[in-house]
């Protein structure tokens, strides 16, 4: 009786554990909101394996010793997503190694090769394998946070899962459904941190949106007082050292000419980083005057090589770092070298710097220089423009130099994707210089296609237009969604920049394996989207305020499918409001039917037939805005 007792609590026990397995699921679907960055792409499909798993076990639809065969295959769901981040053939290796192990337990133990505890103790090897690999991938840098929530979510399912469920003792079958309550509290865990996580990105945004803004003004009076590159330069180093908390920044400029990279600024105190020559002054002041005027030849050294290559290099610690020659007058500690960058030409490289006595940098201290050393770049590639045109009169100096600032934003080649082909046309008016287009992959399944149209007109302007750019690339190298992307931008410059300078922004988030879209739209014209099944023009509008109108508006996202020979049409106020000598505007519906007409082209030979049609439209007439077209045509 004792005995049909416990047995009895067995079977309510294997009930009563579906239920905390279905919250567990409405769980998963509020963390997955939470989750911007996709670190919780395994749990849906894991937990719906482990429902699907208990149910047929309990139907007793499947040999019992077929059980703890699931809890060797959960770990690919958990380890696999971390895996994919990091390097694309050990998640295929880990994959293919752990279903041929787990193929081969079972199979021995059917055979009778192996006994039951035998099995069982390779499950538990599969098990503790997968922890090492989580702990490994945690250890080795991973920039995902709460690893450790996650291991310990994996370790319940693997451990506790298996071992309870295969377990012959009726006392643990009463500890069965206790640890799907843990997994729920493990994710609740998860997204209360991720929530913290966003509060804290929003905090550093709005510290780099001040930054920006500050460097903003200064350039503009730099420019306005006559370009003075000394200043500029002197201000850059400044603001970087000041930025990322460094005790010091070095600039340098290349010389083309010479092919040399030579040191033009400096702030803070700076550190020798190369070989001294033979009989150099080892006092703090002459070795400082020795780095003032140094000179390095592109190619050679850490600086030589940043300089040639254009890729940042991060050395938290420099000591131990061969490449770095550490002086006992002056011992470096850490080091960020930093290009600066006007799309793949380099001007420059900004060297910042701490001593061996202060904390190492961190990513968020790289990732800062590299957002103030992109803006820095276009700052001073706009001086050489300033002093190339110092003769013409001041309209014709202020409209040239704006129009270098957005040319200099222009991506200057077109990804190329398997998926989908792009076309481009971007004409500028004189002195105005408003639109911005931008086309960034950051991954296999993430490119975002932006584009937007700043008001008003100047240097300024010119100004906050790279302002949102830098923002628009910071924001998406952590892959947030568009509404996201959107909403903290305009959090961050609201009140800061003029009204008069609102900005329209339009962002589409594009996944080229799947076609799934994602849109956001700050106050932007309508996006047509020719719909090849339908075969038909569809205007996806979505009601906004631009960006820099009010501060606490939330952006909304739109979703939609993009399918073979579907084609995506962003453009700017310039196109459908181009008027022809008669006054009458091209509007959006000669636009549609130029899409219409020309659907069936690769995306380059649509933006190519839609110039040709707006130009045979204006005539004579004079372009009074600037006109930008991006054309994407889906392959697959």
Known sequence: ????????????????????????????????????????????????????????????????FLLPLTDVMVPLFIVGPLLYQRKRGALYGYTLGLFLYGLLAVTLFSLSVISYQLFNL?????????????????????PMGGVYILVGTAFIVLFGGHFLSSSSSEVLSFFYAGHYLLLITTLLLYVKQEDNKL??????????????????????????????????????????????????????LVDDVEYMVSSRAAYGKIYPFTPLPEGTDVSEDAIRDWLLHLKLPIGQGLIGETAQTG??????????????????????????????????????????????EASPFLDKDFDRAVLLAGFA????NTVYSFQDVSEKSDIDTVASISQDIQRALQPKRLPKLSSCSIGVFSENARGINSDYYDIIPVSRERVYFVIGD?????????????????????????????????????????????????????VVVYNPITGDCEFANAGHRPLLIWKNHMGLVDALE??????????????????????????????????IEAINPAGKQYGIKSLTTALHKYHDLEGPEIAKKIKEDLRSFMGTARQHDDQTIVAIKAKN
Not at 41 to 47: K, R, S
Request: glycine share 8%; hydrophobic share 50%.
């Open 454 to 506: 700043i008001a008003g007109k100047g240097i300024q302007a010119g100004l906050i237009m790279v302002m949102i750019r830098a923002l628009v690339h910071f924001i998406t190298s952590s892959s947030k969604d568009a509404s996201t992307l959107l909403s903290w931008i305009n959090r961050g410059i609201t009140g800061k920049i003029d009204i008069d300078h609102f900005a329209t922004l339009q």
């Open 377 to 380: 770049a276009v700052v001073i």
């Open 199 to 252: 509060i804290s990105d929003r905090d550093g945004l709005a510290d780099n949106i001040d930054i920006l803004y500050n460097f903003v003004l200064n350039s503009t009076d730099a420019l306005h007082s006559g370009g003075d590159l000394n200043k500029l330069l002197d201000y850059v180093a400044r603001t970087i050292t000041e930025g990322t908390s460094a005790d010091g920044t070095l600039i340098l």
């Open 122 to 142: 390779l499950c538990f090897v599969a098990v503790l394998v997968s922890l090492v690999v989580l702990l490994f991938v945690g250890k080795t840098g991973n």
């Open 1 to 64: 009786m004792f005995s049909e007792m416990f047995q009895t609590t067995w079977v309510y026990a294997h009930i009563a554990k579906l239920f905390p397995l279905i919250a567990l699921v409405l769980v998963v679907q509020t963390a997955l909101r939470h989750d911007s960055e996709n670190l919780l792409g395994w749990a849906m499909p894991a937990v719906l394996y482990m429902l699907g798993r208990d149910v047929i076990f309990f139907t007793g639809k499947i040999p019992f």
């Open 311 to 356: 890729k940042p290099l991060f050395i938290p610690y420099a000591q131990k770092d061969g490449r770095v020659v550490s002086h006992s007058v002056l011992p470096i500690g850490s080091l960020l070298v930093i290009p600066l960058l006007i799309e793949d030409h380099i001007i420059g490289v900004a060297v910042c710097m701490r001593g061996a």
């Open 542 to 575: 979505v009601e906004s305020v631009p960006i820099g109108v009010e501060r606490n508006t939330e952006y909304q996202a739109t979703h939609f499918k993009l399918e073979k020979n579907d084609v995506l049409l962003l453009y700017t106020d310039g196109v």
